[in-house]
């Protein structure tokens, strides 16, 4: 255990010496298991430790694909990036579940962004509101040589507007900003925007009169885009008469009764609404990953989103008219499909060939199918037969890979477990006594 | 595009043969760049094929590493998986910051990870509360198999309560259970007992007098854990004199007066609130992932926290006192050091010898002090330099490889960019004007 200066200047080598010196001596192997996920392509190896700092190695996320997605009459194969076991599995079972009763029709409900510069004032308001409508427009002209480019493919900076904010807290106010960022996430633009806004404020506010008389001046606190965007907004719907949820009549009405009841669960309950909105996550950061975006921004913005009414709630929602069976999920997402990693990462630029060249709502609107698709079918498997019984199905692999199962006791742990329930114990059991033979 | 019936049951190179054909016939270098991400250890390949389902390749994210994290007076080098620029680096800033100033400490405020048997009933709910108080020694008792390896460890159920959500939703109940998993996540071990609660409960009540006379039975809806974890807590803290914070009085007095004002604004304004928790989720997530937890787990658990007094807030907190600076978070992680990938995947196994095989109490603690760091470093930044200052110039390398840029090209922009803003589109001019030379 060290402290060091510098570390980020070593070579990788020279980091990977360091650490093994220092934390990993009790580990001999370090060096070579870390080495052993390096590419043997030295181009690659470096277009990828320069992604980030400080790169050691390449961590493996399983890149997997759900096909069979009908999304508003197009057929897609779904690229999905994630480790949990089960989660491409049930994409790909719901994808094919409604492949026949007229797919997933999705909406796009907005696509703007939004970003803030965030600022104190003690003077009067109406002094405030005055300066704010004097400089509007030369906030905007000032950031010309930023939004040209994006003004070019048609977005740009679409409002600037100034807020109040001071009886939530002392001198607060808002310069509120909206943007539309067309293909691009768009958050360096965003945030270069409102760096040069902050800048125009501040600068304007030296020179002006009122200002200069009153002895106050507006000071910046700071400029940063938002990952809340509820006016980025995507939905995404299956229908399908409910006579077709079970092999009888009697089990699609026992289905749809206890579906229907689990989904109000998840709208009343915020304990059972953040893992059943966990689980849309599953799927949709799975797409958010493979195609190059920031799950971290995703999930912010979406979670925010279910808690918007004050309490915690679901993100899908069913209902049941006429015997018909409706299901449904509202997500704000910002994505993107160009700039930052996507088109950088070679297997970004796969996904995004795999999903022929996604415009950003064409994205949205296959990202929250993934969700929709994954919310179907964990609660279908959980009014059913339990989430556990496909869940540790699928991890039998996992525990007999951790525990070096051979192919003879792979076999039998697979047909043993076809009348056994699953869990770790078990099957080390099983292992032991095979091995006991 | 096309629909296939039978993917999952393809041999990997089927799979792509069948992508190729289907969805990559413009993309005649899909295939190669594909295999490319292979591991040329064909064993080593296979477990990671087998972590998920319809595996084609490993989608890299770079695995780095922060150094210098005092964290209650021990030395810690950080594992990160992350591919967002520039986070690594905040948090190494933040950590070598704090090493000379205290360090950070931690405290676990709670341990306790909570489940769900989500039931119907429309009979009278005295004779619920009679029968479950005559079924709640058999609930335990019944799930003897599943709890006796983690009773050995010092974990197992805690309570078992039932709860009466009619008001909310009609009919609806709830047996409210709370378990201690010890240095495991826990989600296989809670599910299992839960599904055992509910075939208990539904056994328990066919032939449970009162009911049959009544004709209303008790249906269970679902049985599931949450990843709602308020009572799975840990909090990390930094402190230092005020006069620490900067090179001048008056230097450090502005930098606390504007730390503490943007802190306050993520504290009421949850446009704010969302990017302010993205940002400790940059840090938390990258730890997440290095150590084979499940950040959509992490994650929606974590903003459902911040929404939990109705109104969506910051996850940080700062106050000034007698010339003392303290800044600290309080996060609900669930996370586990056994089980899962942690002891499967070799990258997950390093990043457990790195941080020294901690118990899942000490995993908390780090995973909160890199929310902690993350935090500080991106408030730090916006309000002193602005975020795309340090950012950008992180993001530069990137943009630069992804037009190929050559050694000198690459010098020269490193040069200019000294001087000069980073954006998208001033690097390209740059190229361009560099080769039109």
Chains 1, 2 share one sequence.
Not at 93 to 116: M, P, R, Y
Not at 255 to 265: E, L, S
Not at 266 to 290: F, Q, S
Request: proline letters at 3%.
């Amino acid at each position: 255990m060290s402290r060091i200066s510098g570390f980020s200047k070593l070579t990788k080598l020279e980091k990977i010496d360091w650490l093994s010196k220092h934390y990993l001596s009790e580990y001999p192997d370090a060096k070579t298991i870390i080495q052993q996920y390096w590419n043997s392509n030295e181009a690659l190896q470096k277009l990828h430790d320069e992604f980030t700092e400080n790169t050691i190695s390449n961590y493996y996320l399983p890149l997997g694909v759900a096909p069979n997605f009908k999304i508003d009459h197009q057929l897609y194969a779904i690229p999905m990036a994630i480790e949990e076991s089960s989660v491409i599995a049930a994409a790909s079972k719901a994808a094919k579940f409604w492949l026949d009763k007229g797919g997933f029709k999705t909406e796009i409900l907005g696509t703007t962004k939004v970003g803030h510069v965030h600022f104190n004032y003690k003077g009067s308001t109406e002094q405030l509101i005055t300066f704010f409508e004097s400089i509007k427009s030369k906030l905007i002209a000032e950031t010309n040589s930023i939004t040209k480019n994006m003004e070019k493919r048609g977005g740009g900076i679409k409002d600037i507007k100034l807020i109040n904010k001071t009886e939530a807290l002392e001198n607060y106010y808002q310069l509120y900003c909206t943007f539309e960022t067309v293909d691009a996430m768009g958050a360096n633009f965003i945030n270069s925007c409102l760096e040069q806004f902050g800048q125009t404020l501040e600068a304007e506010a030296k020179s002006y009169k009122a200002f200069t008389e009153e002895g106050y001046f507006p000071e910046v606190i700071m400029c940063i885009l938002s990952n809340y965007v509820p006016g980025c907004l995507v939905r995404a719907e299956v229908s399908c008469p409910t006579s077709l949820l079970g092999e009888t009549q009697e089990e699609a009405l026992k289905f749809v009764q206890k579906f229907t009841q689990a989904i109000k669960i998840a709208e009343i309950e915020p304990y059972r609404a953040v893992t059943h909105n966990k689980g849309i996550m599953n799927g949709v950061d799975a797409v958010v990953l493979a195609t190059g975006n920031d799950f971290r921004a995703v999930e912010a913005g979406v979670h925010a989103y279910a808690s918007r009414r004050g309490q915690y709630s679901s993100l899908t929602h069913v209902s049941v008219k006429n015997d018909e069976f409706k299901f449904w999920i509202e997500l704000p997402l910002a994505l993107g499909t160009i700039g930052g990693l996507t088109s950088l990462h070679p297997l970004v630029k796969l996904s995004m060939a795999l999903l022929k060249q996604p415009s950003a709502e064409e994205l949205m609107r296959i990202t929250a199918v993934a969700g929709l698709a994954q919310n179907f079918a964990a609660v279908n498997s959980l009014v059913t037969t339990g989430i556990q019984k496909g869940h540790m199905k699928m991890h039998l692999m996992n525990i007999l890979n951790q525990f070096e199962a051979n192919a003879e006791e792979r076999e039998k742990a697979v047909e043993y477990f076809k009348t056994h329930t699953v869990t770790h114990s078990e099957v080390i059991n099983l292992l032991e006594k095979l091995r006991a033979e």
